[in-house]
T-cell receptor, first 114, second 112 residues
Framework: NAGVTQTPKFQVLKTGQSMTLQCAQDMNHNSMYWYRQDPGMGLRLIYYSASEGTTDKGEVPNGYNVSRLNKREFSLRLESAAPSQTSVYFC?????????????FGNGTRLTVT | DAKTTQPPSMDCAEGRAANLPCNHSTISGNEYVYWYRQIHSQGPQYIIHGLKNNETNEMASLIITEDRKSSTLILPHATLRDTAVYYCIVRAYTGTASKLTFGTGTRLQVTL
């Protein structure tokens, strides 16, 4: 059981380049999330998808777009990367927003923008 | 969401109990206390959560004071693999319960 899988694990971009971070979960979860983590800081929510077909902004959405491709997959796109987007990106999923269900996290994508 | 305060770091000898405190003096009646941990740059891992009663599972125990203004996560027999950053989060148990805000946490170092 893989849980939450993120690809790629590492990526280096130049300023202005674009890329898509991929996330897939095999737990049949309804909700999925993208967080970023910067050195010395906690995790900050970028976007989330409560269920297939819906997406909403989190705390720090500027510079990002997301796509809930299907129930399993939730991608994060950087259209024009900036050095301020250098960070570790975590995808997470949970059963849903109805009642408590813990977040299950992937192991992250480490992105450097030069 | 209620704000939490945790010590930035703590040490614990292997085999001893690790007691990680968290202050949440502005907690509301419908807000739960959640604990997650993050082991060396892996994704965070759920540990336990509670409202006002003490809770125990296979990983840890959660003790919440009667006035609910603080709580303590207890790892009864810490091992080196428990070295991690521990996050205390307070959030209402609503339809958006999973939109958790992570602070900077407590870095627990378990030593021989």
């Amino acid at each position: 059981n893989a849980g939450v899988t993120q690809t790629p694990k590492f990526q280096v971009l130049k300023t202005g380049q674009s890329m898509t971070l991929q996330c897939a979960q095999d737990m049949n979860h309804n909700s999925m999330y993208w967080y970023r983590q910067d050195p010395g800081m906690g995790l900050r929510l970028i976007y989330y998808s409560a269920s297939e077909g819906t997406t909403d902004k989190g705390e720090v959405p500027n510079g990002y777009n997301v796509s809930r491709l299907n129930k399993r997959e939730f991608s994060l796109r950087l259209e024009s990367a900036a050095p301020s987007q250098t960070s570790v990106y975590f995808c997470a999923s949970s059963e849903g927003l109805q009642g408590f269900s813990p977040l299950h996290f992937g192991n992250g994508t480490r992105l450097t923008v030069t | 969401d209620a704000k939490t305060t945790q010590p930035p770091s703590m040490d614990c000898a292997e085999g001893r109990a690790a007691n990680l405190p968290c202050n949440h003096s502005t907690i509301s009646g419908n807000e739960y206390v959640y604990w997650y941990r993050q082991i060396h740059s892996q994704g965070p891992q759920y540990i336990i959560h509670g409202l006002k009663n003490n809770e125990t599972n296979e990983m840890a125990s959660l003790i919440i004071t009667e006035d609910r203004k603080s709580s303590t996560l207890i790892l009864p027999h810490a091992t080196l693999r428990d070295t991690a950053v521990y996050y205390c989060i307070v959030r209402a148990y609503t339809g958006t319960a999973s939109k958790l805000t992570f602070g900077t946490g407590t870095r627990l170092q378990v030593t021989l």
